[in-house]
């Protein structure tokens, strides 16, 4: 089990991610550049943003 599946099964106590967030998350720690997520849904998009923030252990907004 790779990191990013730790992170949501340990913190959110799923072993899935839904459609796009894993990528986001990728994007965001792989790169560490900006990176604009667009998800249909606001609570699709609070996994991927706070995900990367314990991958990175750094301020994001």
Do not use: C, H, N
Not at 35 to 43: K, W
Not at 53 to 59: A, D, I, P, Q
């Amino acid at each position: 089990m790779d990191i990013y599946r730790q992170i949501l099964l340990k913190y959110w106590g799923y072993s899935d991610f839904r459609p796009l967030q894993e990528e986001i998350i990728r994007q965001v720690v792989e790169t560490r550049k900006d990176t604009l997520g667009l998800l249909p849904i606001f609570r699709s998009l609070l996994l991927p943003w706070r995900a990367s923030v314990l991958l990175l252990l750094r301020l994001s907004l």
